[in-house]
Nanobody
Framework: QVQLVESGGGLAQAGGSLRLSCVASGRIYGYAMGWFRQAPGKEREFVAA?????????YYIDSVKGRFTISRDNAKNTAYLQMNSLKPEDTAVYYCAASSRPVTQVARMYEYWGQGTRVTVPS
């Protein structure tokens, strides 16, 4: 069983940065980690994912490539999402998730989810 707790969300100006953290209650070494987001009135969408172990495989949704960076520190049981050059369209609740399957962009493949952290980028 893995419990995930996100933090680091808040209000950021357009062009600014935030760093989201996802701390797991258990070891995340064997799990792929993903970040998803849900904007008001929209469905949850994939943002980024990183493979387990050394994090050698990484996926991003096209809209965040070059701006967001996903990483993990297995020793700290923590995954991160560094968000730079934020845009108003990044406004959403961001969720961290863990999957025992190979790294994937598919939400239903993730067994464990955090409660989410809100990111707001005013226009």
């Amino acid at each position: 069983q893995v419990q995930l707790v996100e933090s680091g969300g808040g209000l950021a100006q357009a062009g600014g940065s935030l760093r989201l953290s996802c701390v797991a209650s258990g070891r995340i070494y064997g799990y792929a980690m993903g970040w998803f987001r849900q904007a008001p009135g929209k469905e949850r969408e994939f943002v980024a994912a990183i493979s387990w172990s050394d994090g050698s495989t990484i996926y991003y949704i096209d809209s965040v490539k070059g701006r967001f960076t996903i990483s993990r520190d297995n020793a700290k049981n923590t995954a991160y999402l560094q968000m730079n050059s934020l845009k108003p369209e990044d406004t959403a609740v961001y969720y961290c998730a863990a999957s025992s399957r190979p790294v994937t962009q598919v939400a239903r493949m993730y067994e464990y989810w955090g409660q989410g952290t809100r990111v707001t980028v005013p226009s």
